[in-house]
DNA sequence: TTGTAAGCGTTATCAT
DNA sequence: ATGATAACGCTTACAA
C-alpha cells in the first residue's frame, strides 16, 4: 500500500541500470556527470528515499541506538533522553527508546529486540531486579557497544557516564547533620544497583566523619524505586513509627523522594519539624513543594549527552577501543532558605 | 561482527534446506515431526533469533509503531507513553518515541523517518508549532494507519482520543468563580492547537454562564507550552501587573501549570490570597505543592491506551476502515481541601 | 562509464 | 516432505 518508490522505478524510467542509479545516487566516483544529473534530479523530482530497512539489511547498520531505562515517567531520565536525544539527532542517529519498568524480564526482551533490530548501539541504565547480567555480556562480547548511565554493571568492561553519587549522598548527609540531626535514617532503592551502593556509602562516610554510629534499622530499601506507592509507604511507616525513630531521612531516587514527602504528609508529620528530608530528585518542581525537600540534583542532560557521545565514539571507531573510562559528574545540593517558606494564608476557596 | 546465527547457519548444520528450515520454524504443515522437532532443538539450542529486518523488509512491515510528542519530560506524555507501551507491548508491537519539542522541522524529520523505516503505524500528538499538515497528510493518503490522540489535527479523517478539554476548562473556571474570584485570566498554550481551542470555548462557556464578559487582555498564550521558562514568565508578569490585574487564573497545560506557580512565587504573590490557580496537570505530586494548585487532570495512561488500540486495529484491519470515531475521556478537578493546607513551622535547618 | 550478478536473511512458489 | 529459486531494496565486485 506504501511508498512503493525504489531504485529500479528510476532505472526503468530513466533506461539505466539499478548500479547505475545505486552509484549516481551515492558518491560520485565512476559515473558520468550527465547520467548523475540525470538521476539526481530525477531522484528529487519523484521524492524517491532510499528504503532504510534494506540498507539495514545489507550494511549490517541501523544509525540507530537504543536506550533502556526503567521509566520515563522519572524526572532524572526524561531529563537524561533529551540530553541522549540532543547529541544522537545531530550526529543522524535516532534514538529507540524502552522501559523496563524494574523488571528483569523485561530488560532482557527489550535488549534482545533491539539488539536484533540491529542497534548500532545500546545505551543501558539497569533495572533494580537484575542480577545476572549475561544479555548484556553475551552481546558485549559479540562486539556490540554498550554504554551504561546511572546504574551501572561493576563487571563489564565498557565505558560509563554517572553522577557523584557518593559524594550526593555525603553532602546530603553531611547537610541534615549540621543542620542538627544525628538520627537520620536513609530510605533507598534496591540493594543491587549501583547508585544504591555507591550512596549508602556517601551516607555512612558522612555519619563516621561526624561519630554518629550507623544503624541497620535506619536503612530501608525498595526494590520498586518507588514506583509502587505502598512500598514506599510501609518503608516510612516502619522508620517513623520505631523506637527511638529518626528525625531526618535521606532518600536516595526521584520518584523515592517525591513518595516520601507524599507518605510523610500523609501521616500528618510536618518537615521539618518532626522530621527532616533531603532525597535524590530531578523535579523541576522540587522547589514548590511543602513539605520542603531539600534536593540533590544530579547532572541528567550531561550525563545522557557524555553517555551518547561516547556512545557514538565506540559505534564509529574502526579500531577496537581498549581502554574504558567511567565519567563522573558532580551532583548539585538545593537548600531552600528559611525565608522561602513562609505559613501560607488558609486555602479557603 | 554481530550474532551472524541465520537459518542458513541451521540448514547447513543438519543438512537441510533453508526452506525446509524456515517451514519448520514456522507454521508445521508440509513437514514431518521428525525434521521440524530437530530443526525447533537446534534452533533453540543455538540460540536462534529471525532476523527482524530481514522480515521487515520481505513482509514490509514492522510490527513496530512511531510516536510523536513535544516531549517526554511532561507528565501527560509520559504517562501516556506508559499506556501507550502496556497494551502495544503485550500485542506484539514495539514502540519508537521521538519528541519534537514543539518545532515543525523535527515533526517532519520525525515523522518520515519512521514512516520510512516502515513502522506500521502512527500515533502523533502535534507539536505547537504546526501548521501544515501535508507532511501527515500525505502519509495518510498512502494508506500509513494514523491516530492522534491529544493535539488533534481538524481535518484528518482518522480516530481521535483527546479528554474532554472542553469540559475540563469549564469546570475549572466554573470552580473559580464559585469560590468568589470574577476576574479570571486564562494562560494557555499555542492558539493554533486542538486542546487550546477546545479549552477556551470551555472558559468563555463558563464566564459567559456567571454573566462574566470575556475580556482579550485576560488571555495569554504560550508558545512553547511552559518548556521556555522565560516565555511563561513574561506571560504571567503581564497578567499580573496590568490594571485591573486578574485576581485567579486558569492555566491550561501541565508545565504551563508548574511554570506559573513557580513565577507567581517569585514575584512574591500568595496563592490563593493574592491570586488563585486552578490548572491542567498530571503532576503526581501536585498536592504537594505550595503554593497550593487546583488541578485538571487528564485520564492520560488511558487515553495512551485507546489510541494504541484503535492503532491496532486499524493496522490489522484487512479491509480499509472507513468510520472515524473520536473518544472523549473525562477529566477530574483534583480540589485540595483547606485543611490540608496549614501553616508549616519555618524550615530552620 | 555502464551493466550483470551476487548477497544481506527470510519466506513463498514451484518443482521434485 | 523437501529442495531449488525468486523476491523484498539496495550496494558492490566484477565484467564489459
Redesign the interface.
Known sequence: ???PITIKDIAKALGLSTSTVSRALRGGYEISADTKKLVLEYAEKINY?P????L??KE?R?HSIGVVVC?????YF??A??GI?SIAYNRGY??????THESFDREVVNV??M????VDGLLISLSSETKDLSHIKYLHE???PIVFFDRVAADIETHKVVANNYQGAFDATEH?IK???RKIGHLTSSPTLSITKERLEGYKAALAAYNIPFRESYLKNCEHGGMIQTEVESAVRELITMTDRPDAIFVAGDKLS?GC??TV?KFGL????DI?IAGFTN???A??????LTSIRQPAFKIGQIATEMLIQLIESKYPVTEFITTRLDTELDI???S??Q???????
Chains 1, 2 share one sequence.
Request: zero cysteines; a positive charge; glycine letters at 2%.
Open positions: 500500500m506504501f511508498e528515499h528504503n532504510p530497512i534494506a539495514s539489511l549490517r541501523s521509566e520515563v515517567a522519572n524526572n526524561s531529563q533522553i533529551n536525544e535516532h534514538v529507540i527508546i524502552t522501559q534482545q529486540h539488539a536484533s533490530r540491529s559479540k562486539g556490540l541534615l543542620a542538627g540531626f517525591t514527602l507524599t504528609k510536618k518537615v521539618p519539624a527532616a523535579s523541576d518542581v522547589e514548590l513543594f511543602n513539605p520542603p531552600r532558605k528559611s522561602e517558606y505559613p501560607v494564608p488558609k486555602y479557603t476557596f
